[in-house]
């Protein structure tokens, strides 16, 4: 099942430094696969969206940034925001 996401919220922080694509509010999205970091956040990686590996020193070596998964609402394959209660199926 492919899930969508919805940009709602493309501000770029200090650390979009490391992103050669950025992504764009109001585009649909679609999930690559999720990480959890360090500090416990959801990071996406998108299908539409290929960025260059980076050395991220944490981790202690080279890793394609991703996408904090607050930057995004679920929304269905017509663009239609998911309630609340539907997304907890759809981050398993």
Excluded at 3 to 12: F, P
Excluded at 27 to 38: D, E, H, V
Excluded at 73 to 83: C, F, K, R, S
Aim: include cysteine.
């Amino acid at each position: 099942m492919k899930k969508y996401l919805k940009c709602i919220d493309d501000s770029r922080p200090p650390a979009a430094k490391h992103f050669k694509q950025w992504i764009t509010e109001g585009s649909i999205y679609t999930i690559r696969r999720t990480s959890t970091s360090l500090t416990g956040a959801v990071g996406v990686y998108l299908n539409e969206i290929h960025n260059p590996s980076v050395f991220i020193p944490e981790f202690g070596g080279n890793v394609e940034p991703n996408f904090n998964i607050n930057r995004f609402a679920y929304v269905d394959e017509l663009g239609l925001e998911i309630h609340e209660e539907e997304t907890e199926k759809l981050v398993a």
